[in-house]
């Protein structure tokens, strides 16, 4: 029995010592941990308000602060292992001996990184530009550290993988300041052709978001099965765009049949005949 008290008492003793040693590691490991997540964050929304006052292009500013904010993350967590006894220089050496095994594991996430940088680097496309990639269309949210968000016209959220987006053609319609509109009109046989590039010319001229330089361009293009085809391009201000295209194709129905112009529309003309009977 005495020796048994004696065993109890040195045993607690031992949990006791164990306790005070590592109890006190774990519990400044956990206020490590929770101070050093706080500071990243502070130091995330610190880096967002700096640049947005040094007016940096909005789009870098999700990309730069969540590399910030991961980076800083990481110091931490090897800083609270270095606390609970780990030996942080041989678990970085492990890491790095694994880093080639998780790099391939990791493939997609790590082109993913490597092409928002490229993105950030050569922009091919800022923040509001609507754009089309990776087989989608519209307005640019935020580049992120592996993803591109867009929202789209009809206001859907569409989030695309960067590497989808830098590994394939990028249409940017918001890089230059003005653009070209597309129009075919189709008159009848009967009409008459000068009369009609007439009408279109005038219709051009008297709306004010129709450039005149470049000049707009109204020409025959083609004698198709039931209408004789005429190609009209005015030049606008990329954001006239949309409005004016809609626009035009309204005002030359309705002044070109003011001015005696039809517009034909496809048709087949079936000719019955009767064969005679066969001589009974």
Same mark, same amino acid.
């Given at each position: ?10 045993? =607690? ?51 730069? &602060? ?17 606390m609970v006894g780990i030996q942080t220089a041989s678990l970085i050496a492990v890491l790095g001996a694994a880093g080639l095994a998780v790099g391939l594991a990791l493939q997609g996430t790590l082109a993913n990184f490597a092409a928002g940088t490229m993105l950030l680097i050569f922009r091919p496309f800022r923040k509001g530009d609507f754009i089309e990639a990776a087989g989608v269309s519209g307005s640019v949210d935020a580049i992120n550290i592996f993803t591109t968000s867009l929202n789209t016209p009809d206001n859907v959220a569409i =989030?695309?993988?960067?590497? &989808? =987006? ?6 940017? /319609? ?14 009848? /046989? ?50 006239? /765009? ?19 112009? &039809? ?6 003309? =079936? ?10």
């Amino acid at each position: 029995m005495n020796q048994l008290g004696i065993d109890l008492e040195t045993l =607690v003793a031992n949990i006791s010592v164990l306790i005070t040693a590592w109890g006190l590691k774990a519990f400044g490991a956990i206020l490590l941990l929770i101070a050093g997540r706080f500071v990243a964050g502070w130091a995330r929304r610190a880096t967002r308000t700096l640049l947005n006052r040094g007016k940096t292009d909005p789009i870098l500013i999700p990309f730069v &602060s969540g590399l910030v904010y991961y980076l800083l993350l990481a110091f931490v967590i090897i800083a609270v292992l270095g606390m609970v006894g780990i030996q942080t220089a041989s678990l970085i050496a492990v890491l790095g001996a694994a880093g080639l095994a998780v790099g391939l594991a990791l493939q997609g996430t790590l082109a993913n990184f490597a092409a928002g940088t490229m993105l950030l680097i050569f922009r091919p496309f800022r923040k509001g530009d609507f754009i089309e990639a990776a087989g989608v269309s519209g307005s640019v949210d935020a580049i992120n550290i592996f993803t591109t968000s867009l929202n789209t016209p009809d206001n859907v959220a569409i =989030v695309i993988p960067n590497s &989808s =987006v830098w590994g394939q053609t990028i249409k940017n /319609y918001a890089a230059n300041a003005t653009r070209r509109i597309d129009l075919l009109v189709g008159i009848s /046989y009967e009409d008459d052709i000068g009369k009609a590039i007439e009408a279109i010319h005038t219709i051009l001229k008297a709306d004010p978001r129709v450039l005149s330089d470049p000049a707009p361009a109204v020409a025959v293009s083609e004698l198709g099965a039931s209408s004789v085809d005429i190609i009209v391009r005015p030049w606008c201000k990329r954001e006239d /765009y949309g409005p004016l295209r809609c626009d035009l194709t309204r005002t030359f129905k309705e002044e070109l049949e003011k001015a005696g112009c &039809s517009f034909p529309f496809p048709q087949r003309d =079936v000719h019955l005949y009767h064969a005679a009977g066969s001589a009974a």
